[in-house]
Structure formats: C-alpha cells, structure tokens
C-alpha cells in the first residue's frame, strides 16, 4: 500500500488535495483509494493532517497512517525534525518553503511564490498535486488534470491545471 | 453506473436522493451533517423531489417522520448520538406503530465526556426499542442499504422501521469509489411504498392506539414475528438487488474463512475490513483464522450465527461499546445464541474504539495471538478493554 500524508493548517486545502489525490488514483483501473482527514472540529489556521491510501486492493484499514511513502508539510512552521522518521524507507518529505534542505530525502517547493504568481492568492494544496504527479510512476499528469476538471468549482480549474503543468516541468526538469 | 468518490455520508445521501422519500426531516449533527445537507441541496436544485423539513430538534425529527409515514408517505431521517438518544422516546412509536422510516444514524460516542468521535455506544444502547439495525463497512454498502432499507421495512411481512449504521468519521468522512446506480434502475427497485396503516376516509383505521393489558402483548408479539420475518426478507431483497445492480450480500452475517477454521474473530461495521486484511495475514502464516462479520444486530440471524460458529475452538468478540457492569451487549448476544445451540467453546470480548480511538494492525494481531494461545489451553480474561487491560492473564 502506498500512503500519502498531508501536514498543514486550516484553510490550507490539505484535505481537498488529499481528496483529488485519492479520486485521481480511483479514476484508474485496478486501483483503490482512502481519503480521510484528521478528525475533529474545524478551525482555519489550526494543524490539520489528512491522508491518501493506495493499494491494488480494497484497502480495509482506515486508520490514519503511521508512516509514508510521501510525507507533505503545506506549512513549514509545522516542520519537525521527527517528522523524518514517519517517511518509509525511501520516502520522501515535500516541504513547502522557499530554502533549500541539504536532506535528499528532503524536496524543497516555493508553493507561495508558485500559488502568488499563477493563482495570485497564496493556496499551496495544488502545487504538490503537481509534484506527486511528477515523482510517483502510477500516476500521470493527466489523471490530476482530469480530477481538478471533475472535482473543482469552474472557475478554479483552468489556473490549477497551469499550476500543476509549471510545478511537473519543473519537479521533472530538476530531477 | 456512474462511479463517484465519494464520503460515507455523501454516499447515503446519493442513496436516498435514488430512494425518493416523499419527505425528510432532519436536524443536523456531527458526524452525520453532511448527509443532510446534501440532501437540501439535492432538494433544492430539484435533483431530489421530496420536501424538506428542517425541524427544531431531534425529537421533532422522528415525531414528524411518523406523522408522514402514519399519512402513507415514505420518510427519511439521519441522525446521531446525543440526537439518536433524544428521539429515543420515538423511536418505539415508531416501531410500535409499524411505520417503516428509514435513519441513517453515524455512529458516534455518547457524552459525557462530550465526544464527536465514533463508537457505537448509540445504537446499541437503544437495541430493544423495535428498529432492525444494520451495520455498513463501506461507503458503497451504505449507499446500497439505503435502497434495500425501504424494501425490507415496508414488506407487509415486516413493517418495522429501519436504522443503517455508520461508524462515524472512519465511514462518514472517509472517501472512496461508490458506483451510483441510475435513477431508473434504483426507483424501479425500490418501488413505490404502499401504506397498509395510514389515514384514509375510505379505510378508517386508528393510528396511534392504546391497548391495556389484555391486548398489549398481541400487539408487542406481532413486532417480534415482523422483526424475525425481516431475516427472510433481506435475502430475498439482497438476492433482488444482486440480480439487478450485480452486487452481492450475504444475508444478516458474512462468514470469511470460516469453512475450516478455528479461530474466529466476531465484529460488525468499518472495522470488518482491517480485520478481514488480518486473517488473510494469519492464513498466510498457517493461522486458522476467520471472521463473521455480523451486518444486522437486529433481527439477531442466531440460526445463521450458529451455523457459522460451530466447530471453532475459539472466539474474540471485537465491538465499541460497553454495558457497564456486564459486558459488551454483542457478546452477550452472542453468548446466547452459543447456549441456545449448545455449541462450546473459548471466548472472549475486546471493547475498543471508544470515542473514537483507533484500532490498528498491530491491535488485531494481539488478539490472534490471544486466540491462537487459547486454543492451546492458556488462560485469559473474559473481558479486556483495549490499550487498557493487557489481553493474557498472568
């Protein structure tokens, strides 16, 4: 099983990628998805998790995961030095921060310059929808095309799908 | 059949919205929410031709949903918790009247302490007050009830109000793939609901009656042989529903690997699918491990239950609630049917997920390797609260 887990705050949009991810892997065949948030009471700025499982199979466990095969922090206030040992081996962790980490597990994206300069308000959610699309090798770019294009409000969707296209070229180009 | 990714509560919602109820009152509450206000909306934007009533509480709910079906039309309610227990006092007018509502209800902890996370102190709680009570696993098998709830409770045989359970938040806010059956197809299944006890000027009847001691008993007699006679009925739905939408169910419990087994881990709702993962875990290791997995706690399908569980040396009865002073109420159910049918064996019952908590892998595999130590004549102890109680004795 391949888990995602999404660290951010409230109002961060956390659970809706961890939504359009879990859609984008159903919408392809053979493939089962989970998508879930933290649960509790909802409050803009507080830590929220949320979680995206994939498997081959139905996926029977709903609890949320212990580890990940990508681990991504929306806010890097929320960045804690343990959080490295919730990655499996081989994970990676996708930060949202506009330094750069001398962890090679560690992938560093500036999502509020990205967000600021293509959506013009600071959102970080779909930039690493477009990150994952490029790091992970059962999904396509337009498998997340088509989930924003099914899932999103109209008027959202033409700026998210630039969005995701500029963060792939340039997740794939740094590679 | 449109496949949508959808949350357990949307998933109910897409059921009802199939199922047309002619009017649904509700009052919102955690986790059961969403549920309703997709609902509205469905309403709303004219998806769904039902009306509509946002009522002042919970017990306002129910009251209007007997009012609508005692008036011969088909009503919905969803509810929770603290809102299930405050329409308690309708729920046996509603069964005693044999007015065959359907409610959704999301499992959620009971306070105090106040809590808005998932177990099923709720429901079960209210075991005796004459509802048929299923448990979904899935999102997919919530939706799927909502269609085969009205058909089971309206049968003429039946007559008996219907509660679908789902845990909260593990169900209610958890998305996944639901196939969505098509308009046409679900209404053709459900039907139209034909009121055998409702006002009519050609028909007089009296609804709502009192009955002293001479008839009281008739009366709570008939509810028993309906309760019993919906254990028929939701085969012969769920064979109607296969043939139709090509998903199948078992009847009132699933039995997995249970065939040669014997070991056995008895649980019901979300749960079922971490534990069903665990006995293929434990077959691979050369563990004879099985699962039933009970889908309706009432009608009690014993017959089926002792079919299921005999020959097994051993079993674990996994549920999320607690009869304080005695046990879990599932294992006392089950205890019954096992003396009723005389079959002996080990057993013993794990309460867990209380308000919420997890239950994870490593917390499955305690209890195989509890029940793995008891088929070899280890003691233990009868009632062990998870994370609290340390599973063996000594």
Redesign the interface.
């Known amino acids: 099983m391949k888990e995602f887990i999404w660290i951010g705050r409230g109002g961060q949009g956390a659970f809706t990628a961890a939504?359009l991810l879990?859609?984008a892997f159903?919408?392809k065949p053979g493939m089962?998805?989970?998508?879930?948030?933290t649960?509790?009471?909802e409050r803009r700025g507080a830590p929220v998790n949320a979680y995206t499982k994939v498997d081959k199979k139905?996926?029977?466990?709903?609890?949320?995961s212990?580890k990940a095969d990508i681990l991504i922090v929306l806010d890097q206030s929320l960045l804690e030095h343990r959080l490295l040992d919730s990655l499996k081996p081989g994970g990676r962790l996708l930060l949202n921060s506009c330094d750069y980490l001398s962890d090679e597990r560690i992938l560093c994206l500036d999502a509020k310059e990205l967000s600021l300069e293509v959506l013009g308000r600071n959102i970080p959610n779909t930039v690493f929808l477009g990150a994952i699309a490029a790091l992970d090798n059962e999904l396509e770019l337009s498998d997340i095309e088509l989930v924003i294009k099914d899932?999103m409000p109209k008027k959202l969707q033409a700026k998210n799908i630039e969005l995701i296209k500029k963060v792939y070229g340039e997740v794939r180009g740094g590679r | 059949m449109p496949r949508k990714f959808l949350s357990g509560d949307e998933a109910v919602a897409e059921g009802i919205r199939l199922a047309q109820p002619d009017v649904i009152s509700a009052y919102p509450i955690t986790p059961q929410t969403v549920t309703v206000e997709r609902l509205s909306e469905f309403v709303a934007n004219g998806e769904l031709e039902s009306h509509y009533m946002y009522v002042e509480s919970e017990h306002s709910a129910l009251a209007a949903a007997i009012g609508v079906s005692a008036a011969g039309a088909r009503a919905f309610t969803a509810t929770s918790s603290q809102g299930l227990l405050y329409m308690a006092e309708c729920l046996t007018y509603a069964s005693g009247g044999r007015f065959p509502i359907v409610m959704m209800n999301a499992n959620r902890a009971t306070a105090l302490p106040w809590n808005i996370y998932g177990d099923q102190r709720d429901s079960i709680a209210l075991l005796d007050h004459g509802w048929i009570q299923a448990y979904a696993e899935d999102a997919q098998e919530a939706l799927d009830l909502c269609l085969m709830a009205y058909k089971i409770a309206e049968h003429p045989d039946v007559l008996t109000p219907f509660m679908i359970n789902l845990d909260g938040f593990a169900l209610t806010h958890t998305f996944e793939s639901v196939d969505v059956p098509d308009n046409k197809d679900a209404l053709d299944f459900v039907g139209r609901y034909e009121a055998f006890n409702c006002f009519s000027f050609d028909e007089p009847k009296n609804i709502g009656y009192s009955a002293g001691p001479a008839y009281n008993k008739y009366f709570k007699y008939d509810e028993h042989l309906g309760m019993n006679c919906a254990l028929k009925v939701i085969d012969e739905v769920e064979r109607d529903f296969e043939a139709r939408f090509g998903r199948s169910y078992p009847g009132a419990l699933e039995s997995y690997h249970m065939e040669d087994t014997e070991l056995c881990i008895l649980t019901l709702g979300s749960i079922s699918g971490l534990v069903r993962e665990c006995v293929d875990i434990a077959r691979e290791r050369g563990i004879k491990l099985g699962l039933v997995k009970l889908r309706y706690l009432r009608p009690l399908p014993s017959g089926q239950l002792a079919q299921a569980l005999a020959g097994i040396k051993a079993l674990c009865v996994l549920e999320k609630d607690i009869s304080f002073g005695a046990e879990g109420t599932v294992f006392t159910n089950i205890k019954s049917v096992l003396y009723d049918y005389k079959i002996e064996l080990e057993c013993f019952n794990v309460i867990a997920g209380l308000g919420g908590d997890d239950i994870l892998p490593q917390d499955i595999k305690q209890i195989v390797n509890t029940l793995v130590d008891i088929s070899h004549n280890k003691p233990y102890k009868r009632l062990q609260f998870l994370g609290i109680d340390t599973l063996q004795e000594g």
């Open positions: 939504r879990g859609a159903a919408s089962y998805s989970l998508a879930f948030p649960f509790g009471p139905k996926i029977g466990n709903r609890a949320p212990q899932l």
